[in-house]
């Protein structure tokens, strides 16, 4: 599984994102998680306290008319092994870099080389991509088989929804829509027909997820039974996961 991650900051993709990661790698699959997002999230949500700064700097070089590149070609999957972080459950984390202060083009390079050129067999890669639409719009999906556009029933969220729905529209990957935070009376199915794209699953609202998250708890660990955690551990099912 190939799945990217996108929505309006504070939609729940990173709870949803990790939680995936989580879920596959329980079937004892290898997964690599790819934290894109400048904000912090999807280490927390995965149960790790603190993700990895960032892919090394020196690995890549600006070069006159082509920009930053990798000075010579690695394997992704050396650089996984290298500089990815343990999740719980056997999870390979590996973090873009975090706001204020880690973040430059050079590991953004390398990053992006993992992200693009990462094809080892048998893996399946989790991407919690940045909050609202300018960066899905530079490529950090393409890597995705299925990019799962992340919404809540607020107009805000509903808006970002429909700008990337139209950025993603060109991508060689089936779009599908998440309705997070879901409460009696929304129209899901409404939501998603406004979208253009079908409706994946829904996700509710859920007081356990909030409250373990406010304890920087992963809440797959601390609420596993909540009704959030068991519907994002139902879309596996329908994103193709499921044996």
């Given amino acids: 599984m190939r799945v990217a991650f996108a929505g309006k900051g504070g939609a729940g993709k990173s ?9 596959l790698a329980r079937r004892s699959d290898p997964v690599l998680a790819l934290d894109v997002d400048t904000m912090p999230g999807m280490a927390l949500s995965l149960g790790v306290d603190a993700g990895p700064d960032g892919l090394p700097e020196e690995l890549a070089e600006e070069r006159p008319g082509v920009g930053w590149v990798m000075r010579e070609a690695i394997p992704a999957i050396d650089l996984v092994h290298r500089y990815s972080v343990a999740a719980p459950d056997g999870v390979r984390l590996l973090t873009l870099g975090k706001m204020p202060g880690h973040m430059n083009p050079g590991s953004s390079a390398v990053f992006r080389h993992v992200v693009l050129t990462f094809d080892e067999p048998g893996w399946s890669m989790v991407a919690d991509l940045p909050a ?5 719009s530079f490529g950090w999906a393409d890597f995705a088989d299925v990019v799962v556009i992340v919404v809540e029933p607020t107009e805000k969220s509903q808006l970002t929804a429909r700008r990337l729905a139209g950025i993603v529209a060109d991508r060689d990957a089936r779009v599908v829509v998440v309705i997070s935070k879901w ?15 079908p409706l994946l699953g829904v996700v509710p609202y859920d007081d356990e997820v909030r409250a373990a998250e406010a304890a920087r708890r992963a809440p797959l660990d601390a609420a596993p039974n909540a009704s959030a955690v068991r519907a994002v551990q139902g879309l596996l099912a329908a994103l193709g996961g499921e044996r």
């Fill in 15 to 23: 709870f949803i994102s990790a939680t995936v990661a989580r879920s």
């Fill in 183 to 197: 409460r009696p009376g929304d129209d899901a199915d409404a939501i998603a027909a406004s979208l253009g794209r």
């Fill in 132 to 136: 609202g639409v300018r960066q899905p």
